[in-house]
Each structure stands twice: as structure tokens, then as C-alpha cells.
């Protein structure tokens, strides 16, 4: 690939810059053809009074007594004369001999019934001459008389500089009428590409449909490349999904056969060494079955966090039905779940939140001793909204709080419960990826952890 | 009470049926969606055991097809991470989930806390002297009283009331009632038993301690 800078130029930067070099050169070339125009007619204008002037002198030529005589017309100077102040020079002569006018005055080679022109240098100035030939009859021999006329170009260039710069003018308007035409057209050509993306701008994170606005043909190949790729997108979104579905089915189906029938054994053998290693086999089906799931909501949330829905979310209701989902596990350890809630509302994507507010109660049920309460409170304040897990369990002991959080660390009262340690680490970064945090404390007595789930309140 | 399994797994199914027979409980076995409603159509359940994966199709279909005129309660069985799979199948009309492997004590209580919530429609009561108590509504009722026991004490009486006359050992109700706890001792049954023997005075039923064997309930 060639060219870095202006890869990254935009289109329509691309776009107004090459339509304005091109509008550039078309008015200098059009004001340069004006000016050769306007120069060559004013230069032919003087030609031709020069011919006509030089002419009018030649057809006072005469022969009188064996000299040659002339009078020179007023009429012949006047004509040089409308054209411009400019000086005039002449010189009539035979041959060598010169007749009258500046004998200095140089003209070009003069031919019979023809006027020659010639641009040429006298006393210090530029000046246009035409020489002209006639044949006067003296003494019955034919002498060519020859009439030089020189002026200066002072008024041509005048005219022509005068015509030039008006050109020029022109030239300019058009170059600035013509760029902002140009940049006006662009973004308007650019106009539907702009809509287009400020139409996938505004889509939702997961909405993978096909774009359906209709657009000028030349958009038509990226519609139908962004559509396919979203197909594909979404297509491999559903296959991903799909195969972690398959693959927690293949996984968990057999851990549950195998837990099933060693809980069916439990109950059958009589000696303790053997139901020791029967709960051995349970415990550890748990434990891979909890760190699988873990595993998979960690993953989840980290895919979603990257793009988070977001909606009111009533915090007490949520509250509420992770409480309910919770409350049989609960009461496996008759465990109270004793709800506190003040209104409160945060903005989020409600999944996400409820994971987290699970995960945690989770945690607080798994750790707290039977027969004892997790307190599940609400509160509003100071622009947080706040969701606090209270147990009456061991706390968490020494282990500070970022240690807690970090992925499959566990707290240091944990003997003989079965977790994988994501389960802070997931609820963690859900609160961060809404602008939030966790915040854990632990009772100085040991009795009792409590951790608070803040979000920004909405 | 009587269990309907929608379950392809043979080997999953039958440990179920065994497991949940354990408790008295009688299950239907079917592998397939087609064979679920032909076992709906002749039978009563009092509650339905869903898997999600069937080879017949999704069990959640099952479940929006059937919810305006299935009375029976469904837990749905699912091993999909709680994330994506759980909304899904609420908002079909499942009354509660469980992920696989499963805890019996768990799926046990969430049975009893959906039944409970569908206003019990089981009728498996168990007499127990002159009081009646349905393991599965978690009530033990006495002279138009309903006796307040907690869900350790209710699994507690649920193993006695099931094994009337037969002596327990403390190791068998240890299992029973704290499956997997760790630094559960053989105490904690001293202490729970307690409790029952407390609650059901005056019912009409007693608790013996057999010296070195176990427990024994009689009436």
C-alpha cells in the first residue's frame, strides 16, 4: 500500500482537493488563453492601423521633376493616434537615401504590395513596426519607395493588461464559486454513507439484522459485504452459543449421572470408609460442576461488559427475585433470607446485575453457619444506589479486599467449601463495568461478612 | 407423589427415578418429547421434570406450547450457564430451574417451594399418630394447628415417617440431612433429633434412642 497520509484523508478532504486543483488549473489555463487572446488582438488592432497608416503615407508618394515627394496625412496620425498616446516613429526612403522621418528607424525587409511587421528594439524601447513597399515611376524608372511606420506598444499592453487582469478576476470568482459548489456536492454525495453509519452507530449491541435503507448503487456493495458479514457475525454468535450450551450439556449431563448415582450408593453402603469416598466423588462433581459454571458467567460477562445494555432497573424487584431463586438453598441450611428494601433505582443491564447479586448471596449462603440470617438490604443516597449482602459467617478474615476479587482467589475461612473463587471476581467486574463498585467488609468480631454492590443511582 | 421425567439421558433418568424412589416418590420416565405427552395424556403428574435438550426438540417449546392449559407445575432441568439459559426459561413458564448435576436435597426443596407456591396440589400425606404431615407441602398438622418445624426438621421427619419402625443410624440420617456439609458430627443430629422429639410432643409419636444403633420412630 502506498501513502499514509492520504490513506487516512478523509473522502471528502480527498474529494474537494482534487476537484479544486482541477478547477485551479482550468481557470490559470482560461485566464492564460484570455490573456494571449486579448494580446493578440490588441497587437493585431495595431497592425492593422499601422498597415493602414503606413499604407495612407505610401499613396501620397509621388513623382514630381525627377524627385520623389510626399506629403504626410494628418489623417495617418490620427488614426495611430485613437489607439493610444503612444509615440510614433517614420521613415520614408529609397533604398539607403531617406526621404524624410528618422533615419535611425530600421524596419523590416520591405516587399513589393506587401506590409511586413516586426516587433523590434528602438531607443530603448520595444516598438512595432510595418514596412511597406510601393514602386514610383521617376524619370521612367521604377524605384521602390519604402514607408516604415514604428509605434510603441505602451497602449497594447496596456489593453491587454487591462483585459488580463479582468480575466484573472473572473478566473478567481469561478475558482471560488466552482470549490464551494464542489464541496457542497461532495457532501452531499457523501450524505447517505454518513446516514448509513450513524444508523449501525446508533443500533443495538446484539442487533446483527440486515441493513435495509435503500441507497445510491454505488453504496450497494458495502450494504450487501456489511450484510453478509453481520450474517456471518451472527451466524457464528449462535454457533458459539450453541456450542456452549452442547458443550455444558455434554459436560454436566454425565457429572449429574455420576453424582446421582453416587448419592443413590450413599444411601445403600454401610461402611463409613466408603461412604467417605462417596462424598469425596460428590464433592468433587460439585466443585467441577461450579467452577464450569463459573467459568461460562465469567465469560459471559466479559463479553457482555464490553457492551452493556442498558435499562432502569428497579433494584428492590431484582433484589427480590434473586432472593426467591436463592431461598431453597437457603433453607437446606434453614438460613433466613430477610429482605430490607428502600426504593432505589440504577441503570444496567439487568442479567449482568442479577448474576452478580447472586453470585455474592450465593457466596453468603454457602459460607454463613445454619439456622442463621443473610440480610439482603437496599438503600438510595448521595447518588448511589446500594445493594447490601449481610451473613453472620466467619467474615473474610484477613484477606483484603482486592485480593478477594481477584480470579480464583479465595478467602482464608473457606475450609471444607466447595467454590471455585470467581464468584467475587464476576461480581466485581459487573459493578466496575457499570461505573460501580464492591465494597467488602468484614466484622471485627468474625461475625459476619457484608458485601455491598454500588451502583451510580438512575 | 408422582414425578413425570423428561429426560434422554437413560442413564441420568434412571438414577433419578431410583434416587427420587428412594423418598417414595414414583416417576415416569420419558425420553423424548412425543413420549411426554403421550404419558400427559393418560396420567396425572404432580410435577414435571424438564430437560431442555431433548432429540425431539427444545424443551422449552414443550413449555410455551403447554402453558395455558397444563396445570401441573415444571422444573426445568438445564445445564447451560445460569446467564443465558435461566430468563429464557422462566419467561416460558417454568416454575423454577435447577442446573445439572443437582443436589436431591436442592431439587427436594425447590419441588416443595414450587408446590407450595401452586397451593400444594400433593397428596401424599403421611399419619403420624394423630397428626398428618405431608413431606412434600412441608406441613405437619395437628388438631386444625399447623405445627412450626424448619426445613431441617421437616427432612428429619420426612426420613422418620418414611422408615416408621425401622432403626436408623446417625450416619444415615447425617447424610440425609446435611448431604455434603463438611464438620457435621454426629452431634448435630443429637441436637436436631432434640429439637423433633420437642416439636412432636404431645402428637402421638416418639422418637426412641436405640443405645449404639440409632434412632427409631413409633407410634
Not at chain 1, 482534487?18 to 489555463?29: E, K, Q, R
Not at chain 1, 488563453?33 to 486579448?38: E, K, R
Not at chain 1, 469425596?280 to 467441577?288: K, L
Not at chain 1, 443491564?349 to 445454619?370: G, H
Request: aromatic share 4%.
Amino acid at each position: 500500500m502506498s501513502g499514509g497520509v492520504s490513506e487516512r484523508w478523509s473522502i471528502a478532504r480527498r474529494l474537494t482537493l482534487f476537484l479544486a486543483a482541477m478547477v485551479a488549473i482550468l481557470a490559470l489555463v482560461s485566464w492564460y488563453m484570455v490573456t494571449s487572446f486579448a494580446r493578440e488582438a490588441a497587437g493585431r488592432t495595431q497592425d492593422n492601423i499601422l498597415a493602414a497608416s503606413a499604407t495612407s503615407i505610401a499613396e501620397t508618394l509621388r513623382s514630381e521633376g525627377g524627385e520623389i515627394r510626399l506629403e504626410l496625412p494628418y489623417s495617418a496620425f490620427s488614426m495611430l493616434g485613437a489607439l493610444s498616446e503612444d509615440r510614433v516613429f517614420y521613415r520614408v526612403a529609397v533604398g539607403d537615401e531617406v526621404l524624410t522621418g528618422y533615419g535611425d528607424l530600421e524596419g523590416p525587409e520591405a516587399t513589393s504590395g506587401e506590409a511586413r511587421f516586426a516587433t523590434l528594439p528602438y531607443r530603448d524601447v520595444t516598438v512595432r513596426a510595418v514596412s511597406l513597399q510601393r514602386i514610383i515611376q521617376r524619370d521612367g524608372a521604377a524605384v521602390p519607395v519604402t514607408v516604415t511606420l514604428a509605434q510603441t506598444r505602451d497602449g497594447v499592453q496596456t489593453i491587454a493588461a487591462g483585459l488580463s487582469r479582468q480575466a484573472a478576476v473572473l478566473s478567481g470568482m469561478v475558482f471560488v464559486l466552482a470549490v464551494g459548489i464542489a464541496a457542497f456536492a461532495v457532501r452531499a454525495s457523501l450524505r447517505p454513507l454518513n446516514t448509513m453509519a450513524q444508523h449501525l452507530a446508533t443500533r443495538g449491541p446484539s442487533d446483527l439484522r440486515p441493513l435495509r435503507r435503500q441507497g445510491p448503487p454505488e453504496l450497494m456493495p458495502l450494504v450487501r459485504a456489511l450484510n453478509r458479514l453481520m450474517e456471518r457475525l451472527g451466524g457464528s454468535l449462535r454457533r458459539s452459543e450453541d456450542f456452549i450450551a452442547e458443550a455444558a450439556h455434554r459436560v454436566r449431563t454425565p457429572l449429574a449421572v455420576v453424582r446421582a448415582q453416587a448419592e443413590i450408593a450413599l444411601h445403600s453402603v454401610e461402611e463409613e470408609s466408603q461412604k467417605q469416598t462417596l462424598r469425596r466423588v460428590i464433592r468433587a462433581v460439585d466443585e467441577s460442576s461450579r467452577s464450569a459454571s463459573q467459568l461460562l458467567d465469567h465469560a459471559m460477562v466479559s463479553f457482555r461488559a464490553d457492551d452493556l445494555t442498558r435499562e432502569r432497573l428497579d433494584l428492590p424487584a431484582l433484589v427480590g427475585d434473586v432472593a426467591e431463586a436463592l431461598r431453597p438453598t437457603a433453607q437446606m441450611k434453614d438460613i433466613d433470607i430477610a429482605l430490607d428494601m428502600a426504593p432505589a433505582h440504577a441503570e444496567g443491564d439487568e442479567i449482568l446485575i442479577q448474576n452478580a447479586l447472586r453470585n455474592v448471596l450465593d457466596n453468603a449462603i454457602k459460607y454463613s453457619p445454619a439456622e442463621t440470617v443473610v440480610t439482603l438490604s437496599v438503600r438510595n443516597g448521595g447518588g448511589e444506589a446500594q445493594v447490601m449482602v449481610r451473613d453472620q459467617g466467619p467474615g473474610f478474615g484477613q484477606a483484603s479486599a482486592t485480593q478477594l476479587t481477584e480470579r480464583f482467589r479465595r478467602g482464608d475461612q473457606v475450609e471444607g467449601v466447595v467454590g471455585s473463587g470467581l464468584g467475587l471476581t464476576i461480581a466485581d467486574e459487573v459493578l466496575r463495568a457499570h461505573g460501580g463498585r464492591l465494597d467488602l467488609t468484614s466484622n471485627e468480631e468474625g461475625a459476619g461478612a457484608c458485601v455491598s454492590l454500588i451502583l451510580p443511582a438512575a | 407423589m408422582r414425578f413425570l421425567l423428561v429426560e434422554d439421558n437413560a442413564e441420568l433418568a434412571e438414577a433419578v427415578v431410583q434416587r427420587l424412589g428412594l423418598d417414595g416418590h414414583a416417576v415416569d420416565h420419558a425420553g423424548t418429547l412425543g413420549a411426554a405427552e403421550d404419558c400427559l395424556a393418560v396420567a396425572d403428574y404432580d410435577l414435571i421434570l424438564l430437560d431442555v435438550m431433548l432429540p425431539d426438540g427444545d424443551g422449552r417449546e414443550f413449555l410455551s406450547h403447554h402453558r395455558d392449559h397444563l396445570e401441573t407445575p415444571v422444573i426445568v432441568l438445564t445445564a447451560r450457564s445460569q446467564i443465558s439459559d435461566r430468563v429464557g426459561a422462566l419467561d416460558q413458564g417454568a416454575d423454577d430451574y435447577i442446573t445439572k448435576p443437582f443436589d436431591f436435597s436442592e431439587l427436594e426443596a425447590r419441588c416443595r417451594a414450587v408446590l407450595r407456591r401452586r397451593g400444594g396440589a400433593a397428596k401424599n400425606e403421611i399419619t403420624l399418630g394423630e397428626a398428618v404431615f405431608d413431606p412434600m407441602a412441608g406441613t405437619l398438622r395437628h388438631g386444625g394447628q399447623v405445627l412450626d418445624l424448619r426445613n431441617r426438621e421437616l427432612r428429619l421427619l420426612e426420613v422418620f415417617a418414611r422408615a416408621q419402625g425401622q432403626i436408623l443410624s446417625k450416619g444415615q440420617l447425617l447424610d440425609r440431612l446435611f448431604s455434603l456439609e463438611a464438620d457435621v458430627t454426629e452431634n448435630a443430629i443429637e441436637v436436631y433429633v432434640g429439637r423433633l422429639r420437642k416439636k412432636l410432643d404431645g402428637v402421638g409419636v416418639r422418637i426412641e434412642t436405640v443405645r449404639g444403633l440409632g434412632y427409631r420412630m413409633d407410634t
